[in-house]
C-alpha cells in the first residue's frame, strides 16, 4: 500500500532548532514515549515502527509487519522516505554514537557499529528513550539547550553539524547574558562542531566562516597519528570524517595496495565499539607525511563537508549566523541552572550571582564529555 503524500511531511524537512528533530524524529519519539510507561523499560523496534507507520502514514498493518519480516535480511537496503525500512533506519540514527553526538534513544540488541553499521531487524532490537533525553526534552517544558545545535542534523545536501554539550552550554550562556558578544569571544568557547566520529576539521577560516554567515565547507580529515615501530612506517587512523564507516577505509587502503600506490606489510583493524583504530602498517621507504598524504587524497580519510546553520523558521530553512540562533535558543529554552534548594527557576540567573554566592545546580553537569572532533590551522 502507498502511504498518504500528504503524511510524508518531514521526511526531508529542516530540523527544529529547539528539540533538533524533523517532524518524522518528532513522531517517531512521541511513540516511544507513548509506548514507554517508564525510564527502566523498553519496547521492541518492530513495535514503535509499526505503531508509527500504521498510524501515523496509514500504512496497512500486514503489509508493514511483512516490510518488517524483510528487514531482517535488507538492513542496509537505502529505504525512500514513507516506508517501514526508512522509519527504521531512522529510527536506529537516533541510538547510534557513531550518527549522533547524544543519542537521544537508547537500545538494546544488535544496531549495527561505525564498522559496517549492520543492524539486525527490528524484532531483535529493544529500545526506550535515553536518560539524556529525559534530561534535555522535558515533556512538560522547552528543552534545557538547542537540540538542533547540538545534535545536528540535515540539510539537503548540507548538515547542520553537531556540537559539544559543555561548549553549546557555555556559548549559549555567553549569549544570553550578553547578546552583543562578538564572535571572538564566541569562539573562545565554542571553537567549532564537534562530529560523533572525531576526526580534524582542518582550518579555522571555515568555522569563522560558518558561524559568521551561517554557511561554509568544512575540510574534515581522519585522525591518523605516527608510531615508530623498528623498521617499519606505522601510522594509527583514532578517527573519521562524519558519515565513513571503518570498512570503507579499509577496503580503500587494500585497494591502494593492490594497485600499487604503496607497499603495504599490516593492515589490522582494532576499532572497538567506542574507539576507532585502524594499524597500516608500509616498509621505511615510505614516510609517514607519503603515507598520510595518499590516505587523505585517495580514501575517505578526508571529505569535504558542506555545513549550514539552517533550522525551520517562517516554513522554510533559513541559514543564519551563530548568534542570531544562540540568541533565539538563549530567549526560548528552559533555564538549565536551579536553585539547590527550591523551586525550578522561571529566569536565569546572572552568572556573576552563580559564581559568587553559589546556591544553583544544573544537570547538564552530569551530561558534560570530551571534545571529540580536533581543529587545527591550515
Not at 529510527?91 to 557499529?113: F, H, K, M, N, V
Request: charged content about 25%; overall charge negative.
Amino acid at each position: 500500500m502507498t502511504p498518504d503524500p500528504s503524511k510524508l511531511i518531514g521526511s526531508i524537512a529542516p530540523i527544529d532548532l529547539l528539540d533538533g528533530c524533523s517532524p518524522v524524529v518528532r513522531r517517531l519519539l512521541h511513540v516511544v514515549h507513548e509506548l514507554v510507561d517508564e525510564p527502566h523499560e523498553a519496547t521492541d523496534a518492530k513495535t514503535a515502527i509499526a505503531l508509527y507507520c500504521t498510524r501515523d502514514l496509514g500504512l496497512d498493518p500486514k503489509d508493514v509487519d511483512d516490510a518488517c519480516d524483510e528487514l531482517a535480511a535488507h538492513t542496509q537496503r537505502l529505504y525512500p522516505p514513507g516506508t517501514v525500512g526508512h522509519a527504521y533506519r531512522v529510527l536506529l540514527r537516533l541510538a547510534q554514537p557513531w550518527q549522533t553526538r547524544y543519542p537521544l534513544l537508547e537500545t538494546s540488541g544488535i544496531i549495527g557499529d561505525h564498522h559496517d553499521d549492520d543492524p539486525a531487524g527490528p524484532e531483535q532490537v529493544g529500545v526506550r528513550i535515553s536518560p539524556l533525553a529525559h534530561t534535555l526534552l522535558p515533556l512538560d517544558r522547552a528543552p534545557l539547550l538547542p537540540i538542533g545545535l547540538l545534535n545536528g542534523g540535515a540539510d539537503g545536501a548540507a548538515v547542520v553539524p553537531p556540537h559539544n554539550l559543555s561548549e553549546l552550554w557555555t556559548a549559549l550562556e555567553h549569549v544570553r547574558q550578553d547578546p552583543d558578544e562578538s564572535l571572538d569571544d564566541l569562539m573562545e568557547v565554542l571553537p567549532g562542531p564537534d562530529f560523533p566520529t572525531g576526526g580534524v576539521i582542518w582550518g579555522t577560516g571555515s568555522v569563522r566562516e560558518l558561524y559568521a554567515t551561517g554557511a561554509a565547507s568544512l575540510v574534515v580529515r581522519a585522525s591518523i597519528e605516527d608510531e615508530l615501530q623498528g623498521s617499519r612506517t606505522r601510522v594509527l587512523i583514532a578517527g573519521l570524517p562524519p558519515g565513513v564507516l571503518i570498512k570503507a577505509v579499509v577496503a580503500q587502503i587494500r585497494d591502494l595496495a593492490r594497485r600499487g600506490r604503496f607497499p603495504l606489510m599490516q593492515l589490522e583493524d582494532l576499532s572497538t565499539e567506542t574507539r576507532v583504530l585502524v594499524v597500516v602498517d608500509a616498509p621505511r621507504t615510505v614516510t609517514t607525511e607519503d603515507l598520510k598524504a595518499l590516505l587523505f587524497e585517495e580514501t575517505a580519510c578526508q571529505r569535504i563537508v558542506p555545513c549550514r546553520l539552517a533550522f525551520h523558521a517562517d516554513g522554510g530553512a533559513v541559514a543564519r549566523p551563530l548568534r542570531d540562533w544562540l540568541a533565539e535558543a538563549a530567549a526560548r529554552c528552559t533555564p538549565a541552572w536551579r536553585p539547590k534548594a527550591g523551586p525550578i527557576l522561571d529566569r536565569v540567573p546572572p552568572l556573576r550571582e552563580i559564581m559568587e554566592r553559589g546556591g544553583y545546580e544544573s544537570p547538564l553537569f552530569d551530561l558534560v564529555d570530551h571534545r571529540r572532533t580536533k581543529i587545527l590551522m591550515a
